[in-house]
């Protein structure tokens, strides 16, 4: 089965810098990524996702890279928020399979 | 966009009782939801895939008995908790796809705290 290593497991960042978080996939057949943000008490919520068949996707201060080659795919968000602040999952997915494999997580903590 | 609304939010019961949870799609049919289960300061559990109008399928090591999943319609599924014990506390999580096999979103979570 897929197996999803998220790196790292926490992150600080100073206000207005950018964060990035990597993750890697072990299933070659997944083709679809997405990364969720998880904030205290809340269920997660889709902030950006992509597809195998694109290497990079964009929305606003977040972007999501895909190195199919590598199995790896990365989250990049430039000029952090205060509001940034929160728990960020990726996971992966066969197009088609129902479930979801979860990376492990990362605690995003921006430094006023 | 793709609302999922997750009922209650949070729950205190005694030991012994029983604890439903319901999960609705709020803006479109949901032909698959899944049952997630989440401990402090980790990911996402999954306990069960349910598709309406048949039973749920289980993931290796979730009790089919303990945790009963229902999903009467396409835009409800539920989520009871019978026989509760402390150790069945948790944030519960429920997720809901719109057929297209792809996005996921994600209820309110409901954290369960049995004393």
């Known amino acids: 089965g897929e197996n999803v290593e998220q790196h790292p497991s926490t992150l600080s960042v100073q206000e207005g810098d950018s964060a990035v978080i990597k993750c890697t996939y072990s299933?070659?057949?997944?083709?679809?990524f997405p990364w969720y943000k998880q904030e205290l008490g809340k269920g997660p919520q889709l902030i950006i996702d992509i597809r195998s068949n694109v290497g990079e996707k964009k929305d606003q201060r977040i972007a999501v890279t895909l190195n199919k080659t590598a199995k790896h795919f990365s989250l990049h968000i430039t000029e952090t928020q205060p509001e940034d602040s929160a728990v960020y999952f990726c996971?992966?997915?066969?197009?088609?399979?129902?479930?979801?494999?979860f990376g492990t997580g990362t605690r995003l903590t921006i430094i006023p | 966009g793709a609302v999922v609304s997750q009922h209650p939010s949070w729950v205190i019961c005694k030991s012994g009782t029983s604890v439903k949870i319901e999960c609705r799609s709020l803006?479109?049919?949901?032909?698959?939801m899944f049952w997630y289960r989440q401990f402090p300061k980790q990911s996402l559990m999954l306990m069960a895939t349910s598709n309406e109008g048949s039973k749920a399928t289980y993931e290796q090591g979730v009790e089919k008995d303990k945790f009963l999943i229902n999903h009467a319609s396409l835009t409800l599924s539920t989520l009871t908790v019978t026989s509760a014990h402390p150790e069945d506390s948790s944030f519960y999580i429920c997720?809901?796809?719109?057929?297209?096999?792809?996005?996921?979103?994600f209820g309110s979570g409901t954290q369960l705290s049995v004393l």
């Open positions: 997720s809901a796809s719109r057929g297209d096999n792809e996005k996921l979103f």
């Open positions: 803006d479109f049919q949901a032909t698959t």
């Open positions: 996971a992966a997915k066969d197009f088609g399979n129902e479930k979801l494999t």
């Open positions: 299933d070659s057949a997944s083709n679809y």
